[in-house]
């Protein structure tokens, strides 16, 4: 495969010096032979996707399979950030030969917590599984509007409380156990352990907070599904103004329509829920993208999420739409979060099921 030349820069800047170019073929030759650490691998396969080559291209090239990729381009990503920050040799050269899977876990943490979390891997002796319960414990502990009390704001209690937690509200003893053994592994400080014992004399189930259903609805007729028509305007008119009028092109099971720029209309039903939100907007989604209290039977499916975006008070009954790491979230917090609400999920729709999709568009077609 030939070498593919960087974008260039700007021949008229003043500051314009050429980029350096990028041996394609000496990366795919290092990857090839496995030459360097995991990371460089990473690092490698980061670059010649910015160079214009696929995933698939990549893996047809060095053996490297698509999901491999982009775990060691994440895990390098944070390896490397957590040098950044600054780490001990004997965390350094545990991830240097290996950990990229372990690593991974972690890229939903900010930097400083990545470096308190490898160092708490390394010194449990922590494998890759272990890592994904400790990522999320460190995650959902600093999304708390306050420290528990008897923990502290340390990597072991976060995950001692994820367990603690988890043990006071299960009836069976031998799972109750399990957990309390957990989490007196992981608890740092002496008040942590403290409270941890308490469950050792203390039998009491704690009320859980169920989990509230997701707002589904499904488009049941044609007539629950308008048609969203540009307006030419008001008379007098002319033919100017009517040519003006872009051609509408509906796309997807809901129709959406898009007009010139970024954005797009797509209609929804005038029901209730839907009018009664003040700052109403949509978010097209997968239904394997939301969170999974009760999963939909089925292959996944396209579903319009509708956000209120006025809507944020904090409430247990609802789920909201949150920011995290730079990307959107809908999430549901059992108690008030340490995060910024950006809008009460509301409604999400479901498209309607259509057995013949070609049946409904001709006008022959009746009923006896």
Known sequence: MTT???????????????????DTEALLQS??????????WGTACQQLQKAGYTPQQIFEETGFE???????????????????????????SRFEESGSDTLYEFRILTQ??????????VEKGLDAAAAHEVAKALQDFARLSAVPEGFTQTPGDAIAYR???????????????????????????????QKVETLLTDFTVARTRPVPRLPFYR??????????????????LTLDDLKSV?????????????????????????WQVVLKADDPVVILASSAELPDPDPLPGKPEDVLVLVD????????????????????????????????????????LRPKKVLDEEYTTEIWQIDE
């Open 4 to 22: 593919l030349p960087p974008e260039p820069s700007d021949p008229k800047s003043p500051n314009h010096s050429p980029a350096p170019e990028l």
């Open 31 to 40: 990857l090839r032979r496995k030459e360097g650490t995991w990371a460089d």
């Open 66 to 92: 698509p999901i491999q990729q982009n775990q060691i381009i994440v895990a390098a990503q944070v390896f490397h950030s957590m040098l950044g920050v600054g780490i001990s040799d004997a965390v350094r």
């Open 112 to 121: 400083a917590d990545r470096v308190a979390a490898a160092t708490l891997v």
């Open 163 to 193: 367990y603690w937690n988890q043990a006071r509200q299960q009836s069976d003893l031998q799972a109750r156990s399990r957990l309390i053994a957990q989490a007196l592994r992981f608890a740092h400080s002496d008040s942590a352990r």
């Open 219 to 236: 488009l049941d007729s044609e007539e629950d599904l308008p048609r969203v028509l540009p307006v030419v305007g008001k008379l007098p």
């Open 246 to 270: 872009p051609l509408v092109v509906e796309e997807g099971s809901f129709r959406m329509v898009k007009f010139s720029g970024a954005g797009a209309w797509v209609p929804i039903p005038g």
């Open 309 to 348: 975006r006025a809507a944020r008070q904090w409430h247990a009954d609802s789920y909201f739409l949150v920011e995290q790491d730079g990307h959107l979230e809908i999430r549901w917090f059992d108690e008030l979060p340490n995060l910024s609400l950006l809008g009460q999920v509301v409604l999400i």
